[in-house]
């Protein structure tokens, strides 16, 4: 039971941080609000209104005895009452209305007609407190005649309970007001490490992040900022050492083809030539994943344009590409556009034709590529991802590299906030599926 309880609460309760703060101020404030409102109008405007409503009603009780008790003096009798109590009183013959006047879940009209109702019964009385401002319009039905009175309100009901509702309402309100102040600007250094920490994750590098706020936030973002720091330079040395051993040995890669030029075995210099193209090639490999450790700023990248650009650079007609809008997104544009022609090349390299659809879902960016060539088999699909793994049967996405292919890709898409997944296409191919944020 409790802990149902527990997760309907904490499912109802919001997420942040800053209106959980602030729950956490105002709600003591209102609810002690409404305990003094609560117990000011039960124990003291309540009461206070009964009583006065009540004196009212005896005044009137007595105005109609004295009335029919003497009836010659009606003007004294009228003009006392009006110059000592401020009371309209007019005598008439008129018909007793009907229709009530009263309204049914105001307080003060409740009051007034319980005590009308146990002083003059039933069918006996009428009034309206909202006909007038200041006034309460009240007949009695005295014999024949009817009795009007004109009384102010404020014998019905104490006008001071505005003011008590302003007073207690209006420093709750200045004192929530501040509370939202000084919360925004606590929880703004959070925000803004929690972004950082979201950039730093996508792979951007952090360079204008400054730590402040509270002396433990401060200390979170200053060990945030070391740890980042050194992950940059733990990657980029290992990126500069893969790049200079991939520079390094181009050098006798280019001295054994300019030798074996001149041998005058054409077959074994063909065969060695073979050899040493593709281990240029690996090279090749080697420096493009060193390519995407290195640094490249963020920025907003138009989605069709990408694409189009490597239509145009590919300039196959086996490529069909289909947007449903512009998308837009941030990310690091010459790394995603490597990943985007890695896969496009190795669908074009084994099937006849390649597809790829883009579409804008909810708060992320779908692309999928399809061709028809002869795919990958399921149990392998985790294993491609694998740096320098090599595919050998039905399909390798890495005829002559040494399997970073996908390997790169993944890094790429992991490091935008993204998803890759592999499955079967409906033209019985390879099925490449991504999903990065805006």
Do not use: C
Request: a positive charge; hydrophobic letters at 40%; glycine letters at 6%.
């Amino acid at each position: 039971m409790f802990s149902g309880l527990n997760r309907y609460i904490k499912f109802i309760l919001p997420k942040r941080l800053f209106y959980r703060a602030l729950i956490i101020v105002a709600a003591p404030i209102i609810i002690l609000q409404l305990i003094i409102t609560i117990v000011f109008y039960d124990s003291i405007w309540i009461k206070a209104n009964k009583n006065s409503t009540r004196a009212l009603v005896a005044q009137l009780k007595t105005i109609e005895e004295v009335y029919q008790n003497d009836k010659k003096n009606l003007d004294f009798f009228t003009d006392s009452y009006k110059n000592n109590f401020n009371f309209e009183i007019g005598i008439n013959q008129n018909i007793f209305p009907n229709d009530s006047g009263e309204r049914k879940f105001s307080p003060m009209d409740r009051s007034l007609r319980r005590e009308l109702k146990s002083t003059f019964g039933n069918n006996n009385y009428w009034f309206n407190t909202s006909k007038f401002k200041n006034a309460v319009e009240i007949k009695i039905k005295s014999e024949n005649e009817v009795i009007e009175f004109l009384v102010p309100k404020e014998l019905v009901s104490a006008s001071s309970v505005r003011l008590f509702v302003l007073w207690t309402t209006l420093p709750s309100i200045v004192l929530i007001i501040i509370a939202l102040i000084f919360l925004k600007n606590q929880t703004k250094p959070l925000v803004r490490l929690a972004k950082a920490a979201e950039r730093f994750g996508k792979g951007d590098y952090v360079n204008d992040f400054r730590p402040s706020g509270a002396q433990e936030i401060r200390k979170a973002a200053y060990e945030f900022d070391r740890m980042a720091k050194r992950i940059n330079r733990h990657l980029n040395q290992r990126s500069e050492m893969l790049s200079g051993i991939s520079h390094d040995l181009r050098t006798p890669l280019t001295r054994l083809k300019l030798q074996l030029a001149m041998i005058d075995q054409k077959e074994l210099s063909k065969k060695m030539s073979v050899d040493i193209d593709e281990m240029e090639k690996m090279l090749n490999d080697y420096l493009q994943f060193a390519k995407t450790q290195s640094q490249e700023n963020t920025s907003s990248i138009n989605l069709n344009n990408l694409f189009e650009e490597i239509k145009i650079n590919l300039g196959s007609p086996k490529l069909n590409i289909a947007f449903n809008e512009t998308i837009y997104l941030k990310g690091r544009p010459l790394a995603l556009k490597r990943s985007f022609e890695n896969i496009i090349i190795n669908g074009l390299t084994y099937g006849k034709k390649v597809f790829v659809k883009v579409q804008k879902g909810s708060n992320r960016v779908l692309v999928n590529v399809e061709d028809d060539g002869p795919g990958i088999p399921e149990e392998q699909y985790k294993n491609v991802f694998k740096p320098f793994f090599r595919l050998d049967k039905s399909r390798s996405l890495n005829k002559s590299g040494v399997g970073l292919g996908l390997a790169i890709v993944e890094d790429v898409i992991n490091s935008h906030g993204g998803s890759i997944q592999l499955g079967k296409s409906q033209y019985k191919g390879l099925q490449v599926k991504i999903s990065l944020p805006f």
